[in-house]
């Protein structure tokens, strides 16, 4: 009986308990993945997070640049037959501090030549010349900010399209 009861004893007892080296295994690579992929999102978020503040700092650039330049008085006062480049052109835009880093310039002058048949504007690019009947007195221009010049892998860029009026004579 004695014998008996021992046999069942040791039925009783629960097998050893532990993991295997293969679980462990397998536990590390899950783990391993799942941390490739959080840290694969967080680097994505700083890159987008990054972006989107280079992109909103060159908007604020772009919207300086565009108030300066409505201005009839100082430095970008209208210019007839403007160009790009050369004497006619209005002179170059530099951002003030922070965004010194920022670059921001025209890159397009239209000249209003007239009105078609249903009163919109027609518009002659600056690089075919002044217009014949000569400059109206009003410009489209295009403009654009970038940067930071230091970093061309992730730019913030922005366009503005404004007109340009030449106001010297109202009052």
């Known amino acids: 009986m004695r014998l008996l009861s021992l046999c069942s004893a040791r039925r009783q007892t629960p097998p050893e308990a532990g993991e295997s080296l293969v679980e462990l295994l397998v536990t590390i690579t ?3 993945v799942a941390m490739v992929a959080v840290l694969g999102s967080i680097w994505t ?4 997070a990054d972006y989107h503040r280079k992109t909103t700092t060159a908007d604020v650039v772009l919207r300086n640049f565009a108030e300066e330049m409505q201005q009839n008085t100082g430095t ?3 210019v007839q037959c403007a160009t790009l480049t050369g004497a006619g052109a209005y002179p170059a835009y530099s951002p003030p501090a922070p965004n010194t880093s920022y670059a921001a310039k025209i890159t397009k002058i239209e000249y209003l030549t007239g009105y078609s048949g249903s009163d919109q504007p027609t518009w002659q690019d600056s690089t075919a010349g002044c217009p014949s009947g000569g400059d109206k007195g009003a410009q489209r221009l295009t403009l654009r900010a970038d940067g930071p010049i230091t970093d061309p892998a992730v730019r913030g860029v922005e366009t503005v399209m404004i007109i340009k009026r030449d106001a010297r004579g109202e009052q």
């Open 76 to 78: 970008y006062q209208y």
């Open 30 to 32: 899950i783990l391993g």
């Open 45 to 48: 978020s700083i890159r987008v």
